[in-house]
């Protein structure tokens, strides 16, 4: 795990894992404390006790293979903090057998049942047949969740039956008993791989779940990853090798099976289902497989389900929105930090639902650990040509990371249309439409006038205000539309020069509204909140009704809101079920807010109540919200719902959790 290039105790894999979900520079203060390259005294008492082990070891074919070697407790054997002794000779049938040789790599895992700790020891194999020395390379410890209570074993004679060995095969050609083992599993251990500059870096894990958490979909199998330490270690070695094992022992029967394939992380929509308290999914699409019948001496039934379990699962069908398969057609550099993005159908013959000026789609652009980047954005081009045009400033991790993602041929999800920030919801036919938009704010502006310019609907004003002229996009296409009619003004805030046709200076919507009947005008604004705000107070002010005034923000809305239910004033304890977390809300924040400083990632996309995206299902208590702001029947929009004043204790149902 050692990266030599930046003394991170992790690799490439695992730290991109930590940098998605923005944990890389604490992990990198955790991992120099706990990844240790030596046995501490605890871990010299810890593996002795054992009866097994989970051991993990790739082949000559890059396949890694895992196991449980087994033994009376004292097999494994601590003699100094350097190195694990292991007085075994594992049975000559057991794909990992082989793998046993001097100089090879190895991960290994323990588990003490009765307490549920948890220790992994990673290191090179030295010895022969029988008396193994394993030197210690990296060892820590994990936490003692999904772990269930098989406290009760006890020691056979084992009675092994006939052993299956399929190469180059796929899961449809297993009968139903063996496919019935990995259905009804209830614990599964890992095994995989990344290659560092010190070799091959090989790990042992576990898994465990409620029966039928292993999900079989067509010739492969999904495997649902829950809240852990982050440390990213299977998860990021399948990132880095594409491969990972399975063992997948019944410790009633004895019955144990081995696969070995192509491992990837996945999203829901690969998968097929959800399964609740999931935080992503990956995938395993074994290659090979090995059947031993009744070959485990240690034999137990699972005396409880682990307590982390209970509330996970079982899997649910996907109630998803429906979504349009797009893809990149084209790339426009607008400005040094906006870009457009041109999109079309992904399947041929089928075209995109049609858009109305002002309207927003949100993007599932998919990430490296197999989860979705939700984010909304206006829609930036003309809803008359075919295909969507959206317009992204990079000013954040998430644009930036848009930026990077969204190449010319990329595939992503996205929904359809929505959004009331359009002409038609001013209820007018005919106006003089003023259209104001600050910086990036200009996308929703720009499709309006596109589809306003010319169209017998009165006059069309746009007006265009930017901090520096370097940062406003779309100059040719707007001298295009002034061509046709449309009134253009542009301001430039950041300088007293005047030149090119810009105005130096702030708008003023009094010179604008000059010898205008005010009873005519529409006005719509697009921009930062505290860009809204001003120029909405300005034309109240004015006197502008407010059913004249259209707006839409991006950041903190600044713009009064009113609660048909008043808001709580105190903090709320907040649970998030599926989750196991408990908070509290603090006034000023929304649930979504809330979630997040818990450190939970609930899917969101527009953040103003209107996507949908962030919907979760209220178990306990009241919420209110804005007025103009509804959720579905039975659901909450989190980023917009606030705890209802006397509502008392708040749970909900993540829906992505």
């Known amino acids: 795990m050692e990266n030599a290039d930046t003394t991170s105790p992790w690799h490439a894999g695992e730290l991109a894992l930590q940098r998605v ?28 006790q054992l009866p097994f082990v989970a051991a993990a070891a790739v082949d000559v074919d890059g396949w890694p293979w895992v196991t449980l070697l087994e033994g009376v407790p004292g097999f494994v054997h601590a003699p100094d903090e350097s190195r694990l002794d292991l007085a075994l000779t594992p049975a000559v049938d057991d794909p990992v057998t082989p793998l046993l040789t001097s100089g090879a790599s190895l991960g290994l895992l323990g588990i003490e049942l009765p307490t549920r700790r948890r ?50 095969a796929t899961l449809d050609q297993l009968s139903e008993p063996l496919l019935a083992h990995i259905d009804q599993a209830l614990t599964a251990f890992v095994g995989s791989y990344a290659h560092t500059d010190q070799g ?9 779940g409620q029966p039928g958490f292993i999900r079989r979909q067509g010739n492969d199998l999904i495997l649902p990853d829950f809240a852990g330490n982050q440390f990213f270690n299977t998860l990021g070695n399948v990132l880095a090798s594409g491969r990972a094992a399975l063992v997948i ?3 009633a029967n004895g019955n144990v099976l081995h696969l070995t394939g192509e491992a990837r992380l996945v999203g829901e929509e690969t998968a097929g289902a959800r399964y609740p308290g999931a935080e992503r999914y990956w995938c395993l699409t074994p290659r090979h497989i090995v059947w031993r019948p009744g070959a485990l001496r240690w034999r137990s039934h699972a005396g409880a389900v682990a ?20 893809q990149v057609a ?10 457009s993005f041109n999109l079309q159908s992904a399947q041929q013959e089928q075209v995109l639902a049609p858009f109305e000026a002002g309207q927003f789609i949100t993007l599932h652009v998919p990430r490296l650990d197999g989860t979705a980047m939700v984010r909304s954005y206006t829609l930036s081009g003309d809803n008359q040509q075919a295909g969507y045009r959206i317009s992204i400033k990079a000013d954040g991790e998430g644009s930036r990371y848009l930026h990077s993602a969204l190449q010319v041929g ?26 104001l938009g600050g910086g990036i704010g200009i996308t929703p502006i720009l499709s309006l006038a596109h589809e306003l310019t010319g169209a017998g609907r009165g006059p069309v004003t746009l007006i265009q205000s930017v901090r520096d002229v ?108 599926n989750s196991n977390v408990v908070t509290h809300w603090q006034p000023g924040e929304s649930l979504l807010e809330t979630a997040e400083k818990a450190g939970l990632q609930p899917a969101y996309g527009c953040r103003s109540g209107s996507c949908g995206e962030c919907a979760s299902t209220l178990v306990q208590g009241e919420v209110t919200y804005p007025d103009g702001i509804s959720a579905p029947e039975g659901e909450i929009l989190l980023c917009s719902a606030r705890p209802a004043a006397h509502s008392g204790r708040i749970a909900i149902t993540l829906s992505n959790g």
Request: some cysteine; aromatic content about 8%; hydrophobic content about 40%.
């Open 470 to 577: 370097a940062e406003a996009p779309f100059g040719a296409e707007i001298l295009d539309l002034e061509a046709r009619g449309l009134r253009w003004q542009r301001h430039v805030t950041r300088t007293t020069t005047v030149f090119n046709g810009w105005m130096a200076g702030r708008v003023s919507l009094g010179q604008v509204f000059t010898d205008q009947v005010l009873s005519e005008v529409q006005l719509y604004l697009c921009g930062p909140a505290a860009f809204v705000e001003r120029y909405h107070q300005e034309a109240l002010e004015l006197g502008l009704m407010p059913t004249q005034i259209h707006t839409e923000a991006f950041g903190p809305s600044a713009l009064t809101q009113t609660y048909a239910v008043p808001v709580a004033e105190q903090a709320v304890v907040v649970s998030f079920a």
């Open 200 to 208: 091959a870096q090989v790990d042992a894990s576990h898994r465990g």
């Open 21 to 48: 979900v923005g944990v890389k520079h604490q992990m990198a203060q955790i991992g120099r404390k706990v990844m240790r390259p030596f046995l501490t005294p605890q871990l010299q008492h810890f593996f002795p």
């Open 249 to 251: 022992p019944d410790f």
């Open 307 to 326: 307590v982390e379990a209970e509330p996970h699962g079982p899997w649910q069908p996907l109630t998803l929105a429906k979504r349009q398969r797009v």
């Open 119 to 168: 220790n992994r020891v990673n290191g090179v194999l030295r010895g022969s047949a029988g008396r193994w020395q394993l030197e210690v390379v990296h060892a820590f410890g994990n936490c003692p969740q999904y772990i269930h209570d098989w406290s009760t074993m006890r020691s056979v004679q084992p009675q092994p039956g006939p052993v299956l060995t399929m190469r180059e």
């Open 330 to 339: 084209a790339v426009v550099q607008e400005t040094a930090e906006i870009r």
């Open 410 to 435: 990329t595939e992503l999800a996205v929904s359809m249309p929505t959004g009331s920030f359009t002409a038609g919801a001013s209820g007018s036919e005919r106006a003089h439409w003023v259209l």
